[in-house]
Nanobody, 125 residues
């Protein structure tokens, strides 16, 4: 399974970015997807997650109300829409999938089976 994250870049405070993560490779079953981020010298932290149907989502408190996650299963792609970006959002953003429990949401990195390579988001003040 390959996960290709894209959409990162450099923006000003208050601007928006839309990331995407496309899954490919062997035929995939149902899976939930999580997004995490890692800033320099910090541990990787949970950002958002979405179940297979898209009916349930979960957000870290730090992004709640600013980020929205959605998915298009016809394209095997998940899209975090990030609005009102702040310098504190600067990090490498990673997507990951969980095929074991596609209808549940987890915030731990240990719950996810496959990871993408990451895309850098830089928010300048």
């Amino acid at each position: 399974v390959q996960l290709q994250a894209s959409g990162g870049g450099t923006v000003q405070t208050g601007e928006s970015l839309r990331l995407s993560c496309a899954a490919s490779g062997r035929p995939l079953g149902r899976y939930s997807m999580g997004w995490f981020r890692q800033a320099p010298a910090k541990e990787r932290e949970f950002v958002a997650a979405i179940t297979w149907t898209g009916g349930q989502t979960s957000y870290a408190d730090s992004v709640k109300g600013r980020f929205t996650i959605s998915r298009d299963n016809t394209k095997n792609t998940v899209y975090p829409q990030m609005n009102s970006l702040e310098p504190e959002d600067t990090a490498v953003y990673y997507c990951a999938i969980d095929e074991t429990y596609p209808d549940l949401l987890f915030t731990s990195t240990y719950s996810y089976d496959y990871w993408g390579q990451g895309t850098l988001v830089t928010v300048s003040s």
